[in-house]
C-alpha cells in the first residue's frame, strides 16, 4: 500500500498539536474550525483521534471522531495536499473502522458536502453507503449527505 513508503506516525494528538492542527484545517476546508475547537477537543472523553504525522514530524492527515452511543461519528477528515491520493484517508478510516469492531461499536457516521466527490468516492470505496440528506447543513447552505459504515455482521 503506498501510505506505507510514507513511513507515518500514527498517534493521538495532545495539546501541543492543536496549532498544527488549526494550520492544516486551515489548509483542507473552506470553513475551518478555529483552533480553540481543537484545543477542547483534544482534551475531551470519548474521543477517537488520530493523526498522521510523516518522519520530520509534520502533519500529514489527521480524524478526529466523537462516540455516539454505538455509533463513531466523525467530525473531522482531511490530508494536507501535499500527501494526497496516497491512502492516508483511507488508513485513518480503517484504523477507525477496526476501533469501532474492537470497541463493540455498531457504526461510523459521517457528514459531507454532496459537491465533495473526492471525499464520497473515498468513503464508496469503503463500504460506506448513503443514509440521508442535511438541507442546508454548511454556512453556505450547501446539503450534507450522511454517510454510514456499518461493522459487518458475524456468520
Ligand atoms: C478527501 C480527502 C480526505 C482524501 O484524502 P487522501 O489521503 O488524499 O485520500 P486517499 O489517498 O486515502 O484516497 C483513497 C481513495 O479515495 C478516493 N479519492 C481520494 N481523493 C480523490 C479525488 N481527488 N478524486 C477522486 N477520488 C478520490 C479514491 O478512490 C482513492 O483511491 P485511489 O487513490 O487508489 O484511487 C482529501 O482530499 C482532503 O483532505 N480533502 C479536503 C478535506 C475534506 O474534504 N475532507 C472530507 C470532509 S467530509
Known sequence: MAVRALRPTIRPPGPGDARALEEAER?????????HLFLAEVR????????????DGQLMAYLLGVWQYLDLHILKI?????????????????????????????SVTLEVRESNQAAIQLYRTLGYELKGRRPHYYGDGEDALIMTWRVPRSQ
Do not use: S
Not at 475531551?44 to 518522519?55: K, N, S
Not at 490530508?79 to 483511507?90: D, E, F, K, M, S
Open 78 to 106: 482531511a490530508t494536507r495536499p501535499p500527501w494526497r491520493r496516497q491512502g492516508l484517508a483511507r488508513h485513518l478510516l480503517v484504523l477507525a473502522g477496526e476501533h469501532v469492531m474492537e470497541a463493540g461499536g455498531e
Open 27 to 35: 489548509e483542507c476546508f473552506p470553513d475551518p474550525w478555529p483552533g
Open 44 to 55: 475531551a472523553p470519548g474521543r477517537f483521534h488520530r493523526l498522521a504525522l510523516a518522519p
